[in-house]
Nanobody, 115 residues
Framework: QVQLVESGGGLVQAGGSLRLSCAASGSIGSRNVMGWYRQAPGKQRELVATIRSGGSTNYADSVKGRFTISRDNAKNTVSLLMNSLEPEDTAVYYC?????????WGQGTQVTVSS
């Protein structure tokens, strides 16, 4: 079993920055993918960014150049630095961990960007 605890959401003005963090515990596995998805009201959950345990990253086109994902394998954490935030980034952000056996999700953290 894996537990994911997210932190760092909140309200920010357009053009501002926020950092999300997610701490994983349990049967994480030495090889895994961690990342962030988001879901805006009335929309499907969508990929934001992922990072493999080896460090390779993948970003949605809508956040490239603005968001940076990173991880600390020793602490089993993943972070998402979000710069130049736009109202369209408003959503609930979910942390993900896939250890190639199962997929786990955090409870979600709200990010609201005001115009």
């Amino acid at each position: 079993q894996v537990q994911l605890v997210e932190s760092g959401g909140g309200l920010v003005q357009a053009g501002g920055s926020l950092r999300l963090s997610c701490a994983a515990s349990g049967s994480i596995g030495s090889r895994n993918v961690m990342g962030w998805y988001r879901q805006a009201p009335g929309k499907q959950r969508e990929l934001v960014a992922t990072i493999r345990s080896g460090g390779s990253t993948n970003y949605a086109d809508s956040v490239k150049g603005r968001f940076t994902i990173s991880r600390d394998n020793a602490k089993n954490t993943v972070s998402l630095l979000m710069n130049s935030l736009e109202p369209e980034d408003t959503a609930v952000y979910y942390c993900l961990l896939n250890n190639y056996r199962m997929e786990y999700w955090g409870q979600g953290t709200q990010v609201t960007v005001s115009s």
